[in-house]
């Protein structure tokens, strides 16, 4: 499988972005996908999935200022981010939910991620 986030970069707080996640290499419609975020200093955490009927979930930091979606025709994810916060700086990946592995070992497939930066 391979993952490649785009569409991070500057912005002010209160301005948006919109995030895309193109996978490839494995069956992506029934996957249940997600986007994740890594702070510096910080642990990588999941901010939000959605399934493959659509339904989706967030993490309180983000309800109500985040929306995701996916094209199972495209083999994306998107993530729209409204409302950014400077708390919301991070590297920001897509991966399945629980993350994909890597194929000769036990580790987490990460694929490449795209730096968001909100300034105050």
């Known amino acids: 499988v391979q993952l490649q986030a785009s569409g991070g970069g500057l912005v002010q707080a209160g301005g948006s972005l919109r995030l895309s996640c193109a996978a490839s290499g494995s069956i992506f419609r029934p996957l249940v996908m997600g986007w994740y975020r890594q702070a510096p200093g910080k642990q990588r955490e999941l901010i939000t999935s959605?399934?493959?009927?659509?339904?989706?979930n967030f993490a309180d930091s983000v309800k109500g200022r985040f929306t995701i979606s996916r094209d199972n025709a495209k083999n994306t994810v998107y993530l729209q981010m409204n409302s950014l916060k400077p708390e919301d700086t991070a590297v920001y990946y897509c991966?399945?939910?629980?993350?994909?592995?890597?194929?000769?070992?036990?580790?987490?497939?990460w694929g490449q991620g795209t730096q968001v930066t909100v300034s105050s």
């Open positions: 959605i399934s493959s009927d659509g339904t989706t």
């Open positions: 991966n399945r939910v629980p993350p994909f592995k890597q194929r000769y070992n036990s580790n987490d497939y």
